[in-house]
């Protein structure tokens, strides 16, 4: 049995239900949770950090809050104990039409957060949602439901964005995503928060400080909990989940600087000859997954166990997309030859070269194979097109440097005529839209995928609309169609037809109210995988 299906199993027999029976439970601890747990007096509004919704299905998704009225005390100024929360689903903005309702606990050991798995809702439309506790209700979010199984949309639209690193800038990106029209969901590929230590003005390091973070480098739950209030007390980014779901997902910075599956940035290679243990980093890991889970709208599924998390998963949209979910980081192996950029060393080229893990891998191909779906999307973190850079080097951290595992992810794909793979990635803080070859490195080999790679929110700051190194990644990699390294997002949107996708770009972060431009436009026409300026 696959790993996804045995957690799923286990967590049902550990009476955490998931989808219809979801509801059901809730509605039978209703009305327990009304009697049995005091109603709580808050110091301050509780809803401090917004409502989010994510993981559209055709019939609901999820909602969430976490109760903080003080969000960057110890505990989010909350006591220690489990607080009752109600919420509701509304067809219209005046909540007049009710579509569904009920009530959840917050519980001290998951940071007070609430996620509530509705279900039994009308396909393909929006709703809206709110939450009460005590005598607070909070601001109201909006979701929407994907289309129903089978059903053929006119078209799905979505936004994808990521490295937000709270001291390189203002989150002008995320009031922008907020203001986009008719979204179906947003995917984070992740960098959603950096652990990195505090900076004060003036003082050294990477990118500038707009900003300072609180505390130390993020190593304890409380530190990881304490990161992700602050990053969410931002009204940009609130605004952006109360006006989207999200599919999150994360890459390294959730947890470490370039970690690979067992093993912390500090694995005793490289720059880092002394290495953090992969048992002690273990605790690390459970800890950052924990505080992920607490502060993302993710479904039960996606709770941890200990440093062991389930965030790959599948989404349908109709028959017009499907959206596999990639984890790149937690089943790969170490980066080869010591990390960093240089040029391939022997251990590259390693036959069994892992990113995705082969049970990922495998869950992957069998639901390419199987797919009912015009664009088949990977929704995944760092990029998979062949990126030669300066002297010839390639990225150790990406899949440049795992290419046995990115050829027979290619085969595979191929080999199960999967109709339009699109690959969707971010983590390098520039904007790029690249044509994948069967084989990568073969410019004669004929195109089999398209890739998006979303820049930076804010990381590295303002960013130029071309660099040195941009132009030479153009001259050396000519599948690569668009280079930007502006701050910014995308915004694709898919009919039968064609997939286009919008660059927005940011002419500056480290001031508020930036206007939204548009970068380029890149287009790939179904049945086809080379991309083009539209
Ligand atoms: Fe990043």
């Known amino acids: 049995m696959d790993t996804i299906r045995r957690h799923i199993l286990d967590l049902s027999r550990r009476g955490l239900l998931r989808g219809s029976t979801g509801l059901a439970a809730l509605a039978a601890i209703g009305a327990p949770v009304r009697e049995?747990?005091?109603?709580?007096?808050?110091?301050?509004?509780?809803?401090?950090?917004?409502?989010?919704?994510?993981?559209?299905?055709?019939?609901?998704?999820?909602?969430?809050?976490?109760?903080?009225?003080?969000?960057?005390?110890?505990?989010?100024?909350?006591?220690?104990?489990?607080?009752?929360?109600?919420?509701?689903?509304?067809?219209?903005?005046?909540?007049?039409?009710?579509?569904?309702?009920?009530?959840?606990?917050?519980?001290?050991?998951?940071?007070?957060?609430?996620?509530?798995?509705?279900s039994g809702l009308a396909p393909g439309r929006p709703y809206v949602y709110r939450f009460q506790a005590g005598d607070a209700a909070s601001p109201t979010g909006r979701a929407r439901t994907a289309p129903a199984p089978g059903a053929a949309p006119p078209r799905i639209r979505f936004a994808f964005a990521g490295c937000q690193h709270y001291e390189h800038g203002h989150f002008t990106a995320w009031r922008k995503i907020a203001?986009?029209?008719?979204?179906?969901?947003?995917?984070?590929?992740?960098?959603?928060?950096?652990?990195?230590?505090g900076r004060q003005p003036g003082q050294r390091g990477w990118g500038p400080i707009v900003r300072s973070h609180l505390g130390e480098e993020t190593v304890s739950l409380a530190d990881y909990r304490l990161r992700y209030a602050q990053y969410r007390t931002d009204p940009d980014l609130q605004a952006a989940h109360a006006a989207h779901p999200f599919l999150p997902s994360y890459d390294d910075h959730e947890v470490d600087n370039n970690w690979a599956g067992p093993f912390s940035e500090e694995d005793g290679r490289g720059r880092f000859p002394v290495a953090v243990p992969p048992e002690v980093f273990a605790l690390r890991k459970a800890a950052a997954f924990q505080a992920w889970y607490e502060n993302m709208p993710v479904r039960r599924t996606a709770l941890p166990r200990g440093p062991d998390i389930t965030a790959y998963r599948r989404l349908d949209f109709g028959t017009l997309m499907r959206v596999n979910v990639l984890d790149t980081r937690q089943f790969r192996d170490d980066q080869p030859c010591g990390d960093g950029a240089k040029p391939a060393c022997p251990e590259v080229f390693r036959a069994e070269a892992q990113m995705l893990g082969a049970a990922q891998e495998r869950w992957l191909l069998d639901g390419m194979a199987r797919s009912p779906a015009r664009w088949n999307i990977l929704a995944q973190q760092v990029p998979l097109m062949r990126r030669e850079l300066r002297d010839g080097a390639i990225s150790m951290d990406k899949w440049d440097a795992y290419p046995a595992a990115r050829q027979r992810l290619l085969d595979g794909i191929a080999e199960r005529r999967t109709p339009n793979p699109v690959v969707l990635s971010g983590d390098v803080h520039v904007a790029l839209a690249a044509t994948v070859r069967r084989r990568p490195e073969d410019a004669?080999?004929?195109?089999?995928?398209?890739?998006?790679?979303?820049?930076?929110?804010?990381?590295?700051?303002?960013?130029?609309?071309?660099?040195?190194?941009?132009?030479?990644v153009l001259r050396r990699n000519p599948d690569i169609a668009l280079f930007h390294a502006r701050r910014g997002y995308c915004v694709a949107e898919a009919t039968t037809q064609r997939l286009t996708t919008e660059f927005v770009a940011l002419p500056f972060v480290t001031r508020e109210g930036a206007p939204r431009e548009t970068a380029a436009r890149m287009v790939v026409e179904a049945g086809r995988a080379e991309v083009v300026r539209s």
């Open 444 to 472: 004669s080999s004929a195109p089999v995928a398209t890739e998006f790679t979303a820049t930076s929110v804010t990381s590295e700051g303002d960013g130029a609309e071309m660099t040195r190194g941009g132009e030479e």
């Open 179 to 197: 203001e986009e029209a008719d979204l179906d969901f947003v995917f984070h590929y992740g960098d959603y928060i950096y652990e990195y230590a």
């Open 36 to 118: 049995g747990l005091a109603q709580p007096a808050f110091r301050a509004f509780p809803f401090a950090l917004g409502v989010a919704s994510g993981e559209p299905a055709p019939d609901g998704f999820v909602i969430w809050t976490r109760l903080a009225p003080e969000p960057l005390a110890p505990d989010g100024g909350m006591p220690r104990r489990a607080v009752p929360v109600s919420w509701e689903i509304a067809e219209d903005e005046a909540f007049a039409r009710i579509a569904a309702s009920g009530s959840a606990i917050a519980r001290p050991e998951l940071a007070h957060a609430v996620h509530v798995e509705v």
